[in-house]
């Protein structure tokens, strides 16, 4: 009998990956049938996405050898005490080369001031050019699949890249920082600050009142992490103070943000839909098939959710 594939994912998101999953999964030499309903007993593996309509319970779901999170954030399911399964989070070349674009994107145009000078075409010749990303250090909170690629990519440019992770780690061109000083020491350096960590307890508030002065006066502030990373009263006091310059936020503790948040309003916050990255079916599905080719061979499965540290 072959394998049977639960896509749990949404039911508007299946008619965008039935056929690059059925590919995958024939690319990697698997033979399976995937589904959008079975009865629970007798599905293999779930593909998971959270949702109103994707399973909560997963007790009933007795022979499933593993969970795929089309998301590569999993707070959502992380700590679903019916999960005893395997859990393993999204890491999609096509979701991180997003989440790369959408970094640099902003983290050039901060550099370079282009809201001013999109706001400044009134006849005024104002030859102020702007400092080159040598000059402008950019501290990254985070340096898993995302963080790390973001890094990279900015380090590539020329720009001074301090990174932030919860375990000492080494990368060529980057100043890699850990524990409490190190987030101090990369604040205390960076002019704009990303966050690309996932929601977990440890992660909750981690730009709060206290570490937002360790910033320069005037530092800007890209979240495409989550909205839990921020303490949101602290950052709208922050740039109401002066101290924050600029906010740019993708994610929110509500989703949509309501639309009478004062982010809407402030001139100082951009605020985007959560947009910033998202898994693409033609590159995620050789993922999912290659670890569903993995679990039935026997091998470990890639990009396995630490249960205990969240993510
Ligand atoms: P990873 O799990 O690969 O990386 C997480 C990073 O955060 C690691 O470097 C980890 O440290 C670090 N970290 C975790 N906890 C702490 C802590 N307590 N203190 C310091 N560092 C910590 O995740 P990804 O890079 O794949 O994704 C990051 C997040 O991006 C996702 O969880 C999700 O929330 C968000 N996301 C947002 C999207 C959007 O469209 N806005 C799209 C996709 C993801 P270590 O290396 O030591 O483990
Ligand atoms: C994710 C996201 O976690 O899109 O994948 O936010």
């Given at each position: 009998?072959?394998?049977?594939?639960?896509?749990?994912?949404?039911?508007?998101?299946?008619?965008?990956?039935?056929?690059?999953?059925?590919?995958?999964?024939?690319?990697?030499?698997?033979?399976?049938?995937?589904?959008?309903?079975?009865?629970?007993?007798?599905?293999?593996?779930?593909?998971?996405?959270?949702?109103?309509?994707?399973?909560?319970?997963?007790?009933q779901f007795t022979r499933c050898r593993a969970v795929f999170s089309l998301w590569?954030?999993?707070?959502?399911?992380?700590?679903?005490?019916?999960?005893?399964?395997?859990?393993?989070?999204?890491?999609?070349p096509g979701l991180t080369r997003g989440m790369v674009e959408y970094v640099a994107g902003h983290v050039l145009r901060l550099h370079l001031g282009l809201d001013a000078v999109l706001a400044a075409q009134d006849?005024?010749?104002?030859?102020?050019?702007?400092?080159?990303?040598?000059?402008?250090?950019?501290?990254?909170?985070?340096?898993?699949?995302?963080?790390?690629?973001?890094?990279?990519?900015l380090a590539g440019m020329g720009f001074e890249v301090l990174g932030w992770s919860r375990r000492p780690k080494s990368l060529p061109g980057i100043a890699c920082h850990h524990g409490r000083d190190g987030l101090r020491h990369a604040?205390?350096?960076?002019?704009?600050?990303?966050?690309?960590?996932?929601?977990?307890?440890?992660?909750?508030?981690?730009?709060?009142?206290?570490?937002?002065?360790?910033?320069?006066?005037?530092?800007?502030?890209i979240n495409p992490g989550r909205g839990s990373l921020i303490d949101d009263a602290?950052?709208?006091?922050?740039?109401?103070?002066?101290?924050?310059?600029?906010?740019?936020?993708d994610v929110f503790r509500t989703e949509p943000l309501p639309a009478d948040h004062p982010y809407w309003r402030h001139p100082s916050v951009t605020v985007t839909p959560h947009i910033a990255a998202e898994t693409r079916p033609a590159t995620a599905a050789h993922v999912i098939a290659e670890n569903i080719r993995r679990s039935l061979a026997g091998e470990p499965l890639l990009h396995l959710v630490d249960r205990q540290a969240g993510y």
């Amino acid at each position: 009998m072959k394998p049977l594939v639960l896509f749990a994912g949404g039911e508007a998101r299946w008619p965008d990956w039935q056929g690059p999953l059925a590919e995958a999964l024939a690319a990697a030499g698997v033979k399976a049938e995937i589904t959008t309903e079975a009865p629970a007993g007798k599905v293999d593996f779930i593909l998971y996405a959270p949702g109103d309509d994707t399973p909560g319970d997963f007790t009933q779901f007795t022979r499933c050898r593993a969970v795929f999170s089309l998301w590569a954030g999993v707070e959502r399911i992380v700590t679903n005490p019916t999960l005893t399964q395997p859990l393993c989070r999204m890491v999609d070349p096509g979701l991180t080369r997003g989440m790369v674009e959408y970094v640099a994107g902003h983290v050039l145009r901060l550099h370079l001031g282009l809201d001013a000078v999109l706001a400044a075409q009134d006849g005024r010749w104002n030859p102020v050019a702007p400092p080159l990303a040598s000059e402008r250090p950019v501290a990254m909170l985070g340096l898993g699949a995302l963080g790390e690629a973001c890094a990279r990519a900015l380090a590539g440019m020329g720009f001074e890249v301090l990174g932030w992770s919860r375990r000492p780690k080494s990368l060529p061109g980057i100043a890699c920082h850990h524990g409490r000083d190190g987030l101090r020491h990369a604040l205390g350096r960076a002019q704009i600050a990303v966050t690309l960590l996932p929601a977990t307890a440890g992660t909750e508030n981690i730009l709060d009142a206290e570490t937002l002065t360790w910033l320069p006066r005037g530092a800007s502030i890209i979240n495409p992490g989550r909205g839990s990373l921020i303490d949101d009263a602290a950052l709208l006091a922050a740039l109401d103070s002066g101290q924050i310059g600029q906010a740019t936020l993708d994610v929110f503790r509500t989703e949509p943000l309501p639309a009478d948040h004062p982010y809407w309003r402030h001139p100082s916050v951009t605020v985007t839909p959560h947009i910033a990255a998202e898994t693409r079916p033609a590159t995620a599905a050789h993922v999912i098939a290659e670890n569903i080719r993995r679990s039935l061979a026997g091998e470990p499965l890639l990009h396995l959710v630490d249960r205990q540290a969240g993510y």
